[in-house]
């Protein structure tokens, strides 16, 4: 990312509300309640509106209400989105992210409140954050065209500070993860068994560009898939050939995989730039919302070049979303992990600046990522976390890779990568870092923001890189020596890998 537009907000720590409130406290009950969450204000508001909020006796009564009434609030926000008329290209573009930004954020705490009940904790946590997240990135869209004086006005509300009450009001420690078969539980074993297969899966469709198949782009395989309802994993094989082609797989297309024939083969490529009048959102060569997606032995490509600034290979939002042996390439922000939880497998990345970015909870495993040229003067920079609140269960994790130098990087600096939002998170463990790598290891953003309140590790990596002596003394940076805070950020805990990873086939290290 090369903007950086932040929406300010103070945060606060909540305590460890008791199960019951004593009668003393009752005549006051919103306020004392919302004297816990980091906005108080606008929960008091609310809450006041609400004719049987002095009721509540429980956390889990307050909570409920707080995501209802950030639910509310978004419907409502979200109706003022309709109709509204443009003056010009950009504010369209913009305008267009928003919308479908609000209407992910409106099924994300639909899904928080849970009317079967089964939502975990850990759902909770990472489906308000995804909530969060998408609210930013409507304004960074907003932000990044230059539009704010009009559209700035119609997406100031309270929704955001309602969310972030709702991430306190639900944060809790996570819950340990089982594994079977080397796998987190979350994935099944018919997914591994599709994953692992040395032959291509059983396809229900088939994309060839000589026409072999059942359609010639991929574009019309997902638009197909989108018709077809199904209860279980729907396969799309594309054969081998360079599609060029722009898609976006919506949130109602649901475990999906999709298998190509090897990195390098089977090529998805696209050219959408912010110097091409894109936003960096809608830049993507490939864009996937929808849950349990999974990609295997493909290149995810964009080539508009380091000239044209972010231009997205590979967009994620998809939740307990799998990447096996595929390679992404581009220069300026080629793999957005912009959301929910993601696992990376075995997988190539290329890039010049802040090249792995978003605000996903990801973890990179066995993977080799390289830095290549970029323009004169730039500086390359592995990731560039987005974190806005310290309640958002979101970071990148590096574990057990490859920081590598691509043969055109010469001397360019090189960083493990620069805060972008204010609560950053990346953490490399057990990672070969190369030589090309500065000794300070990490880049300022811009002055003194967010250093004291990032979180940026190291643990137990190897390489020229890799040496901790002469790296920044930023009060948010720490070489980690435990091995218990390291595993915080282990497939096993940091993704819930145990719960969702085994179903996929992909072979994981659960821990450290």
Avoid at 276 to 295: C, D, K, L, P, R
């Amino acid at each position: 990312m090369a903007f950086g537009f932040f929406v300010p907000l103070l945060f606060v720590s909540l305590f460890l509300v008791p199960v019951i409130i004593s009668a003393d406290k009752t005549s006051s009950n919103i306020k004392w309640w919302c004297s816990k969450t980091p906005n108080p204000e606008p929960c008091e508001y609310f809450f006041s509106q609400q004719p049987d909020a002095h009721t509540i006796k429980h956390k889990s009564q307050f909570k409920k209400w707080a995501m209802q009434i950030a639910l509310d609030r978004a419907v409502k926000a979200e109706d003022r989105t309709k109709g509204l008329k443009f003056r010009n290209k950009k504010e369209k573009a913009a305008w267009d992210d928003c919308v479908e930004l609000y209407d992910d954020t409106i099924q994300h705490l639909n899904q928080t409140i849970g009317e079967d009940g089964k939502c975990s904790d850990d759902d909770s946590q990472t489906w308000l954050s995804t909530a969060l997240t998408n609210l930013e990135t409507c304004w960074e869209s907003i932000e990044e065209l230059g539009v704010k004086d009009y559209l700035g006005q119609y997406v100031t509300n309270n929704v955001s500070s309602l969310i972030c009450n709702t991430l306190a009001i639900n944060k809790g420690e996570p819950k340990k993860q089982k594994y079977k078969g080397g796998f987190p539980d979350w994935v099944s074993k018919g997914a591994r068994k599709l994953l692992q297969a040395t032959s291509t899966p059983a396809a229900n469709i088939v994309v060839a560009k000589d026409g072999s198949g059942n359609y010639k782009t991929v574009g019309e395989a997902f638009a197909a898939a989108a018709k077809i309802k199904s209860t279980t994993r729907f396969v799309i094989h594309v054969k081998a050939g360079v599609y060029s082609e722009n898609v976006a797989s919506g949130t109602k297309v649901k475990n999906i995989m999709m298998v190509g024939d090897g990195i390098g083969k089977t090529i998805l490529t696209g050219s959408k730039s912010v110097g091409g009048g894109a936003t960096t959102f809608q830049s993507a060569t490939f864009a996937v919302t929808g849950s349990g997606f999974i990609a295997r032995g493909i290149t995810f490509r964009n080539t508009a070049g380091p000239q044209n600034h972010q231009a997205v290979a590979m967009r994620s939002g998809s939740d307990l979303s799998v990447f096996y042996q595929c390679s992404f390439e581009g220069y300026q922000d080629t793999l957005y992990v912009h959301s929910n939880r993601q696992f990376y497998k075995e997988c190539d990345v290329y890039g010049t600046v802040d090249f792995i970015f978003g605000n996903a909870a990801v973890v990179f495993q066995n993977c080799n990522i390289y830095a290549r040229k970029p323009m004169a003067q730039q500086k390359c920079t592995y990731t560039a976390q987005g974190r806005t609140d310290p309640n958002q269960n979101t970071g990148i994790s590096i574990h057990n890779s490859q920081l590598l130098a691509a043969a055109d990087l010469g001397t360019t600096p090189t960083y493990l990568g620069r805060p972008w939002k204010q609560y950053s998170r990346t953490v490399y463990m057990q990672t070969y870092i190369g030589g090309h790598v500065v000794p300070a290891g990490w880049l300022e953003w811009t002055g003194d923001f967010a250093l004291k309140t990032l979180y940026y590790g190291e643990y137990k990596n190897t390489g020229p890189g890799s040496s901790t002596a002469n790296r920044v003394k930023w009060g948010g940076y720490r070489v980690i020596t435990n091995p218990t805070e390291a595993a915080k950020f282990t497939v096993g805990n940091f993704i819930a890998g145990g719960s969702w990873l085994p179903s996929t086939g992909v072979p994981f290290t659960s821990s450290l």
